[in-house]
């Protein structure tokens, strides 16, 4: 079996193995070419020590990223490469980190310390692939298997609970039986692992071809790494809208948004709300009144102790708060929320209450022909280029102020004419927008400045 590397990747193993050092592509690049995707980094593995690698790349950049743990970084055609020497850890006295990692000369016991056996594969061209732990095996079937002992290499890093069920939701595999069953049972030790391991591996679950499924299978993984997610496990809605319990509903329509962060995380979130909201009415139904403003409090919560972006949490949050806001085709209704929203946020909610509706029971999944059609004449409506903003009102500030407008007066004023445009009372047009004011004089209005 051939694959074919980039260049930096040929160069560097070139390199190493005319220095008389073994060298190999290893990890997740290997598993990738394996099932036929374009690997995202090419690490490598050798046998020479970080010094004696520092001495083969002297003639390039090279970083000295983590040579505790043996890993050099080097600069090669312009690109970045690690290079890693092979490994063994030491005692996992944490569930976290290695005590300590001590070098050695064996490919198979660097492959050892590896997490899953498809992880654990090594290839050069010319030598093919080693595969100590039948990873291509495992690869070709789907299955996600610990190399060594389950548990023990889940006591050693809880991260690797996640990881596993990361790549079953990316790959759309499963986990093997033992592999399974210890990582229900070492869930609670994911507890230990910071914020930023937790986060980094939960996107890449959200964003998985089979993330709902995997988010389905295993609630008690899910709910360490979001002790929110507990309470909707099972909780019943009692409501004819419904056919899920909130938790599977939940799992069901982040399968049913696009594969990117924010919606994924919005979608994950929307309900967080629910369990502390619920009551039953006289109708026999169950209710949950003002669970969006409770779901948006508790995103906020878990965004900002899993350290996302300050971007993201409040894309996030918008989303979650306007989930189940009703939006209707009436233009004037339509230019208020893009005004509020901006046209990139408007079309993502208009995904999150599609997403949200395919999920609901069946009856009720039509709901989403109001929303295409909401979507088509949105874009129809943008297509004409109004005016949803005060920039981008046919006055500016300077007309006002030549106006004889100043300060508070000014801004009102400015408010008041895009008020006007976006209830579609007077065209963006400038004499429209000077006639107005002319009638409607605010300069001199204290009270419309005092509330400015
Ligand atoms: P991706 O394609 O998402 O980058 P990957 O398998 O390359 O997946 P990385 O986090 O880049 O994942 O790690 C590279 C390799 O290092 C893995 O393939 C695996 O062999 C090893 N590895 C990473 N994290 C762990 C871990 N926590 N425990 C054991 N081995 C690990
Ligand atoms: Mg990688």
Redesign the pocket.
């Known amino acids: 079996m051939t694959f074919s590397l980039p260049p930096q990747a040929e160069k560097a193993l070139a390199l190493l193995h005319d220095a008389g050092f073994e060298a190999w592509i290893?990890?997740?690049?290997v598993?990738?070419f394996l099932l036929g995707l374009v690997?995202?980094?090419y690490?490598i593995t050798t046998s020479a020590l970080p010094e004696e690698t520092k001495k083969v790349f002297g003639g390039y950049p090279t970083i000295e990223t983590g040579a505790r743990h043996g890993t050099i970084t080097v600069v090669l055609e312009g690109e970045t490469l690690e290079i890693t020497t092979y490994r063994v850890d030491g005692a996992y006295s944490d569930a976290r980190h290695p005590d300590g990692v001590s070098f050695t000369r064996s490919l198979r016991e660097d492959a050892a310390?590896?997490?899953f056996t498809m992880?654990?594969m090594a290839y050069a061209p010319g030598l093919g692939i080693r595969d100590f732990f039948g990873g291509t095996e495992d690869a070709r079937q789907g299955i996600i298997r610990a190399v060594g002992d389950p548990e023990t290499r889940f006591r050693e890093?809880a991260?690797?609970i996640l990881?596993a069920i990361r790549f079953a939701a990316v790959l759309d595999f499963s986990l093997e039986e033992a592999t399974q069953a210890a990582a229900r049972r070492c869930a609670p030790a994911l507890g230990k692992i910071s914020a930023e391991r937790l986060y980094a591996e939960l996107g890449?679950l959200l964003c998985g071809k089979a993330a709902g499924r995997v988010l389905r299978q295993y609630p008690e993984i899910l709910s360490v790494v979001i002790p929110e997610l507990g309470p909707m496990v099972g909780f019943q809605q009692q409501n004819e809208h419904h056919c899920y319990d909130v938790y599977t509903h939940t799992a069901v329509a982040v399968d049913h948004v696009p594969p990117v962060l924010p919606l994924r995380l919005a979608m994950l979130l929307h309900d967080v709300g629910k369990p502390d909201t619920f009551f039953l009415g006289e109708d026999g139904q169950g209710h949950f009144y003002g669970h969006a403003r409770r779901s948006v409090a508790l995103a906020e919560t878990i965004l900002t102790r899993l350290r996302a972006p300050r971007r993201l949490r409040e894309q996030v949050t918008t989303l979650v708060r306007y989930h189940d806001a009703v939006l209707e085709e009436d233009p004037r209704r339509l230019r208020r929320w893009l005004n509020k929203l901006g046209p990139e946020t408007f079309f993502d909610l208009l995904e999150i209450q599609r997403g949200d509706t395919a999920a609901l029971a069946p009856a009720y999944c039509t709901r989403n022909d109001r929303l295409n059609s909401l979507e088509k004449v949105a874009k129809e409506l943008l297509a004409e280029k109004p005016c949803l903003t005060m920039k981008g009102l046919s006055v500016n500030g300077n007309d006002l102020l030549a106006l004889g407008y100043q300060g508070p007066n000014l801004g009102a004023a400015l408010r008041a004419l895009l008020d006007r445009v976006l209830e579609g009372e007077i065209p963006n047009e400038k004499q429209a927008l000077l006639g107005w004011l002319a009638q409607n004089d605010t300069k001199n209005s204290p009270e419309r400045g005092d509330n400015a």
């Open positions: 290893v990890g997740g690049c598993r990738d690997p995202k980094d690490d310390r590896r997490d992880n654990a890093d991260l690797r990881r890449k």
